[in-house]
């Protein structure tokens, strides 16, 4: 390898640290916030070290103790934001819908991909077209009649609502993605299978999804991100505290104007973990499907 | 469905894997349904859900748009009474000229720093790999959360920024990050960024690798500096990607909605009410449906024309592969 100047070598080691500080600096300073007291978090200029820091803001989530610093001030605060305590049950609810809407695009995504892309049936082409161009139209435009949909359909307030909802918005992603994968399987392997008389039930059972599984899985997983991060609708959808998601409920604190920020951050750290997790898998998947093969200069 | 026979008729061997069996046929086909009825019942349940959703949400935005539907009134149909209400409305005016100064802002800084980033990237350095993991991280967060995030670091009286910046001695007194204007809207950038830039660099990335690197051996070989190299090779190399970044970049600044909500809803007065945001307060602010469904309509005519613009400027092929 060719050496590098030395004026090359800083621009990018500054460039790179640069960059570290602007998408990680917000990720340390939540984690950091969310153990701070309330009364040094609220300083100009900071003085978050005053005190020690602690967890008692977890503390407060999970089991509703006032964190001692509340109580310092000599009354309660007023507000403590006892909405942060919704977080946990908030976390189940979007993690329920999620899942399930993961489910539909694994089972019936894989399903329709491999019709499209196997089975000459009337109508193919025109029904796959009108699939993904579906997914073109604004989420913000379809809100308002989706809304009504649901409420014809008696689901306000309903996980099946979302279920539904979140379903119409991945599945032409995954339909997409899983379409052109089958499309790529070499089709002698399913020719010799149809001679010895299997059915395209039996194909796609034993040839087409064990072939096809790393991008079910990662078609799947990326629906259930989006599902689980989804706020839109999950902020109409939802009118009762029992059954609001994760943004939603985050959302709604962002909202209020005199809201305990460290309980905020608290509540952040713990809602996002599930969607970090998922993150590298689905990273890996969105990267190599699109950029290889699927996209062509 | 009646097309059943015209399908058989006009098979012919050869096609997608579909040629009736000779030999196992008499058998099999007693047993099993037809291939194309397979087919249909296949893609029948994501079909006809998607079809549900589309047509009537389709026919109510379009029935609604021309009445008047909100708690207060009597709905009464108005025919385009809404449409040119909105048109003729300061607020909405507004609301658009925000919006496109958002994406016409948005979408050149994220194609610009794609590029430095990827290029950054596809150097070898300590670090590299831990950034390149590590750069998910924004992209992964919901946007509501990570407007959420931002609010803090922006607020005016105790944010994390203000607290810093105060704490280093940069600044005596806190700024109004998210009660001024300018420095909202510079907010909203700046997270949106924060968001996109990951994807879009990774991408910019892979389309900057796969170029061989012998175009820029020879091009070292005449002589070329690093800027002609750049523009010579990088540059035409990464074009169809570029491309596709700045399509789906532009789609979701104009429609996002999320961010706005959680970082500023829409605020100081209206200086970061975009369009998309708009049509949401509208119908599920002030109630009022029609003019709500309306705005819907024209956003999502307003998306399908930029699409359709920018497919066409887009090379053959290189979305998805047609080949097949």
Redesign the interface.
């Known amino acids: 390898?060719k050496r590098?100047g030395r004026g090359k070598?800083i621009l990018?080691?500054s460039?790179?640290l640069l960059?570290?500080l602007?998408?990680?600096g917000?990720?340390v300073?939540?984690m950091l916030?969310s153990a701070i007291p309330e009364v040094n978090?609220?300083?100009?200029?900071?003085?978050?070290f005053r005190d020690p820091l602690n967890l008692q803001t977890y503390d407060y989530i999970f089991t509703g103790k006032v964190p001692e610093s509340y109580e310092q001030r000599g009354a309660l605060r007023s507000m403590i934001s006892s909405e942060v305590r919704d977080v946990p049950r908030a976390i189940g609810n979007s993690f329920l819908v999620a899942t399930a809407v993961m489910l539909i695009n694994v089972v019936?995504?894989s399903?329709?991909s491999?019709?499209?892309a196997?089975?000459?049936?009337?109508?193919?082409s025109v029904?796959f077209s009108?699939?993904l161009f579906?997914r073109?139209?604004?989420?913000?435009?379809?809100?308002?009649?989706?809304y009504?949909?649901v409420q014809r359909l008696d689901l306000i307030n309903s996980y099946w609502a979302l279920i539904?909802?979140y379903?119409?918005l991945t599945?032409?992603f995954t339909?997409?993605v899983l379409t052109?994968y089958f499309?790529g399987i070499p089709?002698e392997i399913?020719?010799a299978a149809?001679?010895?008389?299997a059915?395209?039930?039996r194909i796609l059972r034993d040839i087409g999804i064990p072939l096809a599984l790393p991008s079910i899985v990662g078609a799947g997983l990326f629906a259930f991100?989006l599902s689980?991060?989804?706020?839109?609708f999950g902020?109409?959808i939802t009118t009762t505290r029992e059954r609001r998601t994760?943004?939603?409920v985050?959302?709604g604190?962002?909202?209020n104007t005199d809201v305990s920020?460290n309980m905020?951050?608290a509540a952040?750290t713990l809602?996002?973990i599930p969607?970090?997790l998922?993150?590298?898998p689905?990273?890996r998947f969105?990267?190599r499907g699109?950029?290889s093969?699927?996209?062509?200069? | 469905m009646g097309f059943g026979e015209r399908t058989v008729v006009n098979r012919t061997p050869g096609d997608n894997g579909t040629q009736p069996q000779a030999g196992a046929g008499s058998v099999g086909r007693a047993r099993r349904s037809p291939d194309w009825l397979t087919g249909v019942i296949m893609v029948a349940p994501v079909a006809l859900l998607i079809a549900v959703f589309f047509v009537y949400s389709t026919y109510r935005a379009v029935y609604q748009s021309t009445r008047i539907e909100s708690p207060i009134f009597k709905p009464r149909f108005v025919g385009l009474q809404n449409y040119r209400d909105l048109l003729d409305g300061r607020f909405f005016r507004q609301a658009s000229e925000n919006s496109l100064v958002f994406v016409f802002t948005v979408v050149p800084v994220l194609l610009v720093l794609g590029v430095l980033v990827a290029l950054l990237l596809n150097e070898p350095f300590r670090g590299n790999t831990a950034l390149r993991i590590g750069m998910i991280l924004p992209w992964a967060l919901p946007a509501a959360v990570a407007g959420l995030v931002w609010k803090w670091i922006f607020l005016d009286s105790w944010g994390a920024l203000n607290g810093i910046l105060g704490r280093l001695g940069v600044i005596d007194a806190p700024i109004g990050f998210l009660s001024q204007s300018r420095w909202a809207k510079l907010a909203v950038v700046v997270v949106f960024v924060w968001t996109q830039l990951p994807l879009a660099s990774i991408f910019l990335l892979a389309a900057v690798q796969s170029i061989s690197p012998e175009l820029y051996e020879a091009a070292e070989l005449d002589g070329a500096g690093a800027l002609g190299r750049f523009r010579t090779i990088t540059l035409p190399g990464i074009r169809p990607m570029l491309l596709i970044v700045a399509l789906f970049e532009l789609l979701m600044a104009f429609t996002n909605f999320d961010l706005v909500y959680a970082l500023t809803q829409g605020g100081p007065g209206t200086a970061t009410t975009l369009v998309s945001y708009f049509a949401w307060a509208e119908s599920f602010r002030k109630l009022n449906f029609g003019a709500g469904a309306a705005m819907a309509i024209m956003i999502a005519i307003a998306a399908l024309v930029v699409i359709l613009v920018l497919m066409r400027a887009m090379p053959k092929g290189a979305l998805v592969d047609d080949s097949q």
């Not at chain 1, 978090?41 to 978050?48: G, N, R, V």
């Open positions: 390898m590098r070598s990018i080691y460039g790179a960059l570290a602007f998408w990680f917000p990720f300073l939540v916030a978090l609220t300083t100009f200029p900071a003085k978050w019936f995504g399903l329709s491999y019709a499209y196997r089975i000459r049936f009337p109508g193919r029904l009108f699939v579906s073109l139209i604004p989420t913000v435009a379809v809100a308002i009649p989706y009504l949909i539904l909802i379903s119409v599945l032409p339909t997409l052109l499309r089709e399913d020719e149809q001679i010895e008389g059915s395209h039930w991100m689980y991060g989804e706020f839109l902020l109409f994760l943004p939603v985050l959302g604190l962002s909202a920020w905020v951050m952040i809602g996002t969607t970090l998922l993150a590298f689905v990273w969105m990267v699109l950029t093969g699927a996209v062509r200069g």
